[in-house]
């Protein structure tokens, strides 16, 4: 198999894994609740954005990837 077939089978695989565990976790402490999260709720209408959540997980997951590429 070619390397893009393989990676993109590999991110497919890691998306649903962490979908899931999104899904079946939800109370992972503090993730949507860090200062920098938006969250609007009025009646009838409820917004959240959760930016400060998103920049802690994808540096998290730029670190645990840039280990990975390392040990290959």
Partial sequence: MD???RALVTLGI???AVGALLQWAPGIPLLGKLPGDLRIE???FRLFVPITSCVVVSLL???ILSLLSRLR
Avoid: K, N, Q
């Fill in 61 to 63: 997951l730029s670190g």
């Fill in 14 to 16: 890691a998306l649903l």
């Fill in 3 to 5: 390397p893009i077939p």
């Fill in 42 to 44: 009025r009646p009838g």
